[in-house]
């Protein structure tokens, strides 16, 4: 039998305490250990953890700091869990932390949350992918004081599909952006920025491209913001989805043998 898992990777969602799923709460509740963001998250997240739990504010340790508090933990017998904002999948160095992990021999797992443009959309009323005007949607950062974009994963690149943008860690750089991708989506192309979705003192701008970056400018955002980009945020656009027209063949009742 393989190792017991002991270091846990939590999605803990856009950062409301509500917002984390039954198997979240589950393991906070049974961890002695428990590393979290404390920079995007609401502190009623923690109200899921045990009493008397070990809880370390990651916000200001670099990531050797993170690993030998994981390690650690693992050694002296404790369940541990990794909260990470949104989804592990998205911009949480999860990479890099299993990596560290293996190399020592602790075993871990990972358990999805959900993501905050998930959240961003949710507040805003949208669909993302709308029928006849976006399918595809591009999750995206951009580069500012923070780790180099792949060169082939240029802005431009995607805006040229002229799928729905959500452009993540992005919102202190929004008039360059805008000026990028106002070429392909228009001036006029709806803009929708969050400021920490589902948390206290969420905030909610419409804007295009044209104007969104003095909203944004004037309400003073500088972290936590999401900002989606594309045609299908306008509520008027559009056209009907194939699965549900009332045209489209579907199978009858079965019927008794």
């Not at 990777?9 to 709460?25: E, H, K």
């Not at 950062?141 to 995607?158: I, N």
């Amino acid at each position: 039998m393989g190792a017991a898992v002991t270091v846990h990777f939590v999605g803990a969602g856009p950062g409301a305490a509500d917002l984390l799923t039954v198997r979240a709460t589950r393991m906070l509740g049974a961890a002695g250990v428990v590393l979290y963001p404390g920079t995007y998250l609401d502190p009623q997240v923690l109200s899921h953890c045990a009493p008397g739990a070990d809880l370390v504010d990651t916000q200001g340790l670099d990531l050797d700091t993170i690993t030998d508090r994981l390690v650690g933990a693992h050694r002296a017998g404790h369940d541990v869990v990794r909260l990470t904002s949104g989804d592990p999948s998205l911009y949480s160095a999860l990479a890099e932390q299993a990596r560290r992990l293996d190399a020592h021999g602790v075993p871990w797992d990972v358990t999805p949350g959900v993501p905050a443009y998930a959240a961003a959309a949710a507040l805003a009323g949208h669909e993302l992918t709308v029928p006849l005007v976006a399918q595809s949607v591009v999750l995206t950062r951009t580069r500012a004081r923070s780790t180099a974009m792949p060169e082939t994963e240029s802005l431009a690149a995607f805006a040229a599909t002229r799928a729905t943008l959500v452009l993540h860690l992005a919102v202190t750089r929004v008039r360059a952006l805008m000026e990028e991708v106002a070429p392909d989506y228009g001036a006029d192309c709806p803009v929708v920025v969050v400021h920490r979705a589902s948390q206290p003192g969420e905030a909610l701008l419409r804007g295009t491209v044209a104007d969104i970056a003095d909203r944004v400018e004037e309400a003073g955002f500088r972290q936590a913001a999401v900002i989606l980009v594309g045609r299908a945020l306008d509520p008027d656009g559009g056209g009907e989805s194939y699965l549900y027209a009332p045209g489209r063949p579907r199978p009858g009742p079965a019927r008794e043998p």
